[in-house]
């Protein structure tokens, strides 16, 4: 796997894990955690939990799938990643002079009332 694909993969995972990590089980998110955000390597988390490498890999594996299962189930990356798009369309549309002098400051009072309903 190239640099830039273990990279794409990495943040995927993490977006993921902040949106379904609570339905995850403890030793999932414990790996996840270990392997994605703290970025240990098999053989350390294998050392940290006195169990093969190869049992690690098996576990990532597996909750990674469980994380793909729950966004293909609910869909809430890709509802946020899609609103993050729609909000920065709507963030330019002022300075693209789309709307009207007298609107541009409600316009985005509007939008910032939205985002924060994030």
Do not use: C, M, W
């Given at each position: 796997m190239s640099q830039g694909n273990r990279l794409e993969k990495t943040n995927r995972i993490n977006l993921l894990f902040a949106f379904y990590e609570s339905l995850l089980t403890d030793k999932q998110q414990t790996f996840l955690k270990y392997y994605f955000?703290?970025?240990?390597?098999?053989?350390?988390?294998?050392?940290?939990?006195?169990?093969?490498?190869?049992?690690?890999?098996?576990h990532i594996k597996r909750a990674e799938q469980v994380l793909e299962n729950y966004e293909?189930?609910?869909?809430?990356?890709?509802?946020?990643?899609?609103?993050?798009?729609?909000?920065?369309?709507?963030?330019?549309?002022?300075?693209?002079?789309?709307?009207?002098?007298?609107?541009?400051?409600?316009?985005?009072?509007?939008?910032?009332?939205?985002?924060?309903?994030?």
């Open positions: 955000h703290d970025d240990f390597s098999l053989g350390e988390i294998a050392a940290e939990f006195e169990i093969s490498r190869q049992a690690v890999y098996e293909n189930k609910l869909g809430l990356l890709a509802k946020h990643e899609s609103r993050t798009r729609y909000f920065e369309e709507l963030r330019r549309l002022p300075q693209d002079g789309a709307l009207l002098e007298p609107f541009k400051r409600r316009f985005a009072d509007i939008v910032d009332s939205l985002e924060k309903l994030e």
